[in-house]
């Protein structure tokens, strides 16, 4: 069994998670992320073994869109990926239920994410997790996503 940690990420290591994923390719994602981790709105753990980067999962304590936040009452997973070698062996469960036992430490009651429609894996995980109340069924330039919540009490 490899050890792993959860680790805050700290904004001077951001660039570090070009390992995981390819934020060349997503500029403008890339730039939102880490001005919202800098001013303190995201706070984002890393999966890591080894000293590499391979997986991450934020929490967004205000966003634009009112289903994903509410002030002290709500709170947004955003943003949980894996490095694509390294999907299906446990490790997004293991993020997802990190993230969710924080926000409870914070006292949150819900939180919420957003899935593409077509992402059955992802779907799977956040169902299994408890992410099982259906807010509303979107479509952006992305595609078809579903807004999800789980209550945390």
Request: some cysteine; aromatic content about 12%; proline content about 3%.
């Amino acid at each position: 069994m490899t050890t792993y940690q959860m680790k805050k990420l700290k904004p001077e290591e951001y660039n570090k998670c070009s390992n995981i994923w390819n934020m060349e390719e997503k500029p403008k994602m890339k730039k939102l992320f880490y001005d919202e981790l800098v001013s303190g709105n995201r706070i984002t753990f890393i999966y890591v073994v080894n000293n590499e980067f391979l997986g991450e999962g934020s929490l967004v304590y205000s966003n634009d869109d009112p289903d994903y936040t509410i002030p002290n009452k709500r709170i947004y997973l955003s943003r949980m990926i894996v490095k694509e070698e390294y999907r299906n062996r446990g490790i997004g469960g293991i993020i997802v239920d990190y993230l969710i036992d924080y926000a409870k430490q914070l006292r949150y009651e819900e939180i919420t994410l957003g899935v593409d429609a077509d992402n059955i894996n992802a779907r799977h995980l956040y169902e299994k997790k408890g992410f099982t109340i259906v807010l509303d069924i979107c479509e952006d330039e992305h595609g078809e996503y579903v807004k999800l919540l789980k209550k945390l009490q």
